[in-house]
């Protein structure tokens, strides 16, 4: 008998884990898996794997999973195709998030919403919805050296400080290494000691992993707001921490996210907070309708340093790695 492996899924409603399947077990058989969960139908179901993500599909629903290069220990991200039809509701203050068993993945921003007017890498982003506290959401946009992540989480819990981005770094390889039994194998792709020594270089870019990481260091979760999608993925969410924090990631490059009322910043929030969730994903929304965003499943774009053009993300990564180049656009 084919031996059961384990996948972490990550649903509208919550996460959750897969026992019953093997490396043998159908595409066809996970969708029934997943509606089961879900109670998403296979034929609206979206599925994701890897960071970034990019969807898992087969032409033949039959094909193993195994042929779809799903692993023991993977994480995958459910979605709907297309927005379920309460969150207009919850858009409008009808519908609390929280009671009606579906977070606000793809909720669009009210019409009279301000658009960006700054080049996302040249200054701070804003949405402003219409109320008398003039709140805006408003992206720091941060270096893109390599070290996005760790400037932005710098920036959201060292006094909005960019300055202990390297010392993050450092942090982050050392609790990696301290805690083999967590950080094993399974879960880093690599063993324990060969991803320390390749995150500590300057030149590798953080990711889920150190979310992950920064997530329990600082017991707050991290909510990450991918503009393709319009989507906003928990890190730290089964942990119950009181408070959270927002970042925005355009496929390439993380930015953190604050809120200035009044001429206040603040950058960490209650969880309970469903307002800042709303107006983050109404700014990812915005920046998608600019197209401000790199596609990393099959996109064409250009190094806006070289003008070199280049195929997917494979080929951008290596163009980073090989020239520091990190400002790409699609095409």
């Not at 990019?54 to 220990?73: K, Y």
């Not at 979605?79 to 993945?105: C, F, I, K, W, Y």
């Amino acid at each position: 008998m084919s031996k059961k492996i384990l996948i972490r899924c990550q649903t509208p409603l919550g996460s959750c884990a897969i026992g019953d399947l093997t490396l043998s077990s159908s595409f066809l058989e996970l969708q029934d898996v997943v509606e089961q969960i879900t109670g998403i139908p296979p034929a609206q179901q979206k599925l994701l794997k890897g960071y970034p993500p990019c969807e898992v599909s087969g032409s033949d629903v039959l094909s193993p999973i195994r042929s779809l290069g799903i692993r023991s220990g993977d994480s995958l991200i459910v979605e709907r195709m297309g927005p379920p039809a309460d969150l207009v509701s919850a858009m409008s203050g009808h519908t609390n998030s929280s009671t009606s068993g579906q977070a606000p993945m793809c909720v669009q921003p009210v019409n009279n919403a301000k658009k960006p007017v700054k080049s996302p890498r040249t200054g701070s982003d804003s949405f402003a919805a219409p109320d008398l506290q003039q709140k805006y959401v408003k992206r720091k946009v941060v270096a893109a050296n390599n070290s996005c992540l760790f400037s932005s989480i710098s920036f959201l819990f060292e006094g909005r400080s960019l300055g202990k981005a390297s010392d993050l770094r450092k942090l982050a390889a050392e609790v990696i290494a301290s805690d083999p039994a967590m950080y094993n194998s399974v879960f880093l792709g690599r063993p324990n000691s060969e991803y320390v020594d390749w995150i500590r270089r300057d030149t590798s870019w953080g990711g889920s992993i150190e979310l992950v990481v920064f997530s329990n260091l600082f017991e707050t979760e991290l909510n990450v707001v991918d503009i393709q999608r319009v989507t906003l993925e928990e890190f730290g969410k089964d942990n119950n921490f009181a408070r959270r924090a927002f970042l925005l990631y355009d496929g390439v490059h993380y930015d953190p996210i604050y809120m200035e009322t009044n001429g206040r910043m603040k950058t960490i929030f209650p969880r309970s907070d469903e307002d800042i969730k709303i107006r983050a994903l109404a700014l990812a929304s915005e920046y998608k309708e600019a197209r401000q965003y790199t596609d990393l499943c099959g996109f064409s774009l250009k190094c806006m340093v070289c003008s070199l053009p280049l195929k997917g993300q494979r080929q951008a990564h290596q163009h980073a790695v090989t020239t520091g180049h990190m400002n790409f656009k699609e095409i």
